[in-house]
């Protein structure tokens, strides 16, 4: 009497002919590309091999003798396990190479479900990200033409890229559902669960973030590390960036806003510290040129302050009789741009930065004001200055730090007070 002693159970001569043909008709349909009847073939022949085969029949098949009828079916199911193997390395293959060969969405979605029927729904997600992502950095290679503008190159990438993220979302959610629904969907533990779904969420969301990482490595480069464009048109990327990472946040549920502040906030930091830098070279050159006497660009000097927002000035400094200095002029002009580009970088965590480099600024400014008071020679110089020094404490710096959301900031409200204090100690 055979020790293999646990009964199998009966096979049909009739009905179970397919079965021991399964694995040829499964090599016939995976040369002609017909995965979806062999992974079915598959999945078929394994409920049907299960039935017939008990679970330890292969630990007693190792261990002892088993009936000629069973040792056939053992040998039967390893031929489908390995077309099985097979039909998994050339759907994996399939999910690799999708996004070179500018795959169909349908076609690679069907190898997912394939695979998923194979048991390896976990690799068939991970894989299906993985074409999400050749198609995001296809996308950014090659459907983005380089422009002679660089601030329409930026706006056309940053839109790209997550326009690509709410498509890949959308795709991911539908290859969820169409999982969901076929009879057998396994690969996390054979059955997925309400609780399980949650992981499969959790690879969508880390997919999301890790992707974004990615591009803002990519931004770094083209916005600050290249030094190709100005501060002010970084800023101006950088706003448009923001809108098009909120409004992906919103339609997906995933927060890329957040992340993209996070993984781009020194950077931005680097950028404004090394305008306070710039800004304060700047000062020493205008304040070595700067004489305080009337002007012979009055029309000039009152253009430019109109255009930094200030058109008062003429008026304050009865700038048509040359009251207005060129330090005063260049120095509104280029707080204005860097106010205004502080502003559009729209991160709460950069305010800080923008507040503490500007109060370094206009240190700057108030140590050329106070030395050349200390050192006017005459009334009429004294009168100058003092009448320059008083429009900026009055007017520039209140503009400045509102437009920068800063009038609060302690460091910006310690620096005027000293502007005041100065301006009083030298009118008495």
């Known amino acids: 009497m055979d020790s293999f002693n646990m009964a199998t159970a009966p096979m049909s001569p009739s009905d179970d002919a397919w079965l021991s043909e399964a694995p040829e008709d499964v090599d016939v ?99 299906f990200l993985a074409y999400r992502s050749g198609v995001i950095g296809s996308s950014l290679v090659r459907g983005v033409r380089q422009e002679g503008n660089q601030l329409v190159y930026l706006n056309r990438l940053s839109f790209v890229f997550h326009r690509g993220l709410v498509e890949s979302v959308a795709e991911w959610n539908q290859l969820i559902e169409q999982l969901r629904k076929q009879p057998d969907f396994v690969g996390l533990d054979d059955v997925v669960t309400s609780s399980k779904l949650g992981y499969l969420f959790s690879m969508d969301r880390r997919w999301v973030l890790d992707e974004t990482i990615r591009f803002c490595n990519q931004l770094k480069i083209l916005l600050i590390d290249s030094r190709s464009i100005s501060f002010y048109a970084m800023a101006c990327a950088s706003e448009r960036i923001h809108a098009h990472a909120k409004k992906a946040t919103e339609l997906i549920g995933v927060d890329v806003t957040s992340t993209l502040d996070n993984c781009l906030l020194k950077s ?3 950028a404004v510290e090394e305008q306070g830098r710039v800004y304060r070279d700047g000062i020493e050159h205008r304040a070595s040129k700067e004489n305080w006497r009337p002007s012979e660009n009055a029309d000039a000097n009152i253009k430019t302050m109109t255009e930094a927002g200030f058109p008062e000035a003429k008026q304050s400094l009865a700038g048509g009789k040359g009251g207005l200095s060129n330090f005063t002029t260049q120095t509104t002009r280029s707080l204005s741009h860097f106010a205004h580009a502080c502003a559009r970088f729209d991160c709460a965590e950069l305010r800080e930065c923008c507040a503490s480099t500007l109060e370094s600024m206009l240190r700057g400014d108030l140590e050329v004001y106070s030395r050349a008071l200390a050192s006017a020679k005459t009334q009429e110089e004294n009168k100058a200055i003092l009448s320059n020094l008083h429009f900026f404490t009055s007017k520039v710096i209140p503009k400045i730090a509102s437009t920068m959301n800063c009038v609060e900031n302690p460091a910006v409200m310690v620096v005027t007070k000293d502007f005041k204090k100065v301006l009083r100690g030298n009118q008495n």
Do not use: M
């Open 29 to 127: 349909a995976v040369a002609v590309r017909d995965f979806a009847k062999a992974a079915r073939l598959i999945s078929r022949a394994r409920r049907r091999l299960a039935q017939l085969i008990p679970s330890d029949s292969s630990q007693q098949h190792q261990q002892s003798h088993v009936s000629a009828a069973a040792l056939g079916l053992i040998k039967l199911r390893e031929r489908v396990e390995s077309r099985a193997a097979n039909l998994s390395a050339v759907l994996q293959e399939e999910l690799t190479r999708a996004a070179d060969r500018y795959s169909a969405t349908q076609s690679v979605h069907s190898a997912a479900i394939h695979l998923s029927e194979l048991g390896k729904t976990v690799l068939a997600l991970h894989l």
């Open 268 to 270: 931005w930091q680097k």
